[in-house]
């Protein structure tokens, strides 16, 4: 079962900065398995990113994905007051067939 | 646009099944995957196991003893039923389509819509 590790735990920022999330493997995920979500308190995680890179409908170009083998970054490149939220990484493995989460990034206000 | 809604008990005593069904609207169960996802109280999320329109599924390693995932196409809704509860598994239940995409360099797995949740308490 692959491990996905997310880094920092928490990440303290202002609105107008930029925040790059970690999301390290415990083996090589395939990149088009690979996909972040956001969760706000209280709702459901809506998907942001799928295939690493490919941002899902409707999500504004601030958010990019990148990476591939074990080291996969999501960046938000001008943080919105909307944008504080918790963000899961996700890949869907082959051996056993199953997804697995990272433990989630807080993006709280400084 | 695809709506998924998750109902059932929200309290169930330990030992006994847990059970939820997801009703999809705006599209057809058809053609496509449906998962469960399962978050406890403060914590992260698991996945629980998916399901295909034709009743195929594969299960969480960790949860296959105890889950079965079943689907009814005529309501357009599926099920998950979780044996011998205990308190750990007091969570909130999540739905989602679960989009299985063959491309060119192979399979592209994601989940795109999710239910907003319900919560499910086991406590006697």
């Known amino acids: 079962e692959i491990v996905l590790t997310q880094s920092p735990g928490t990440l303290s920022l202002s609105p107008g900065e930029r925040a790059t999330l970690s999301c390290r493997a415990s083996?090589?995920?395939?990149?088009?398995?690979l996909a972040w979500y956001q969760q706000k308190p209280g709702q459901a995680p809506r998907l942001l990113i799928y295939?690493?890179?490919s941002r899902a409908t409707g999500i504004p170009d601030r958010f990019s994905g990148s990476g591939s083998g074990t080291d996969f970054t999501l960046t938000i490149s001008r943080l919105e007051p909307e944008d504080f939220a918790v963000y899961y990484c996700?890949?869907?493995?082959?051996?056993?067939?199953?997804?697995?989460f990272g433990q989630g990034t807080k993006l709280e206000i400084k | 646009q695809v709506q998924l809604q998750e109902s059932g008990p929200g309290l169930v005593k330990p030992s006994e099944t847990l059970s939820l069904t997801c009703t999809v609207s705006?599209?057809?169960?058809?053609?496509?995957?449906w998962s469960w996802i399962r978050q406890p109280p403060g914590k992260g999320l698991e996945w629980i196991g998916y399901?295909?329109?034709?009743?195929?599924?594969n299960y969480n390693p960790s949860l296959k003893s105890r889950v079965t995932i079943s689907v009814d196409t005529s309501k357009n809704q599926f099920s998950l039923k979780l044996s011998s509860v205990t308190a750990a598994d007091t969570a909130v239940y999540y739905c989602?389509?679960?989009?299985?995409?063959?491309?060119?360099?192979?399979?592209?797995?994601?989940?795109?819509?999710w239910g907003k949740g319900t919560t499910v308490t086991v406590s006697s």
């Open positions: 989602a389509r679960d989009l299985h995409i063959t491309t060119i360099r192979g399979a592209q797995y994601h989940m795109d819509v």
């Open positions: 083996q090589s995920v395939t990149s088009r398995n």
């Open positions: 705006g599209d057809s169960i058809s053609s496509y995957y």
């Open positions: 399901i295909y329109y034709t009743g195929s599924t």
């Open positions: 295939g690493a890179s």
């Open positions: 996700q890949q869907h493995g082959s051996s056993p067939p199953m997804y697995t």
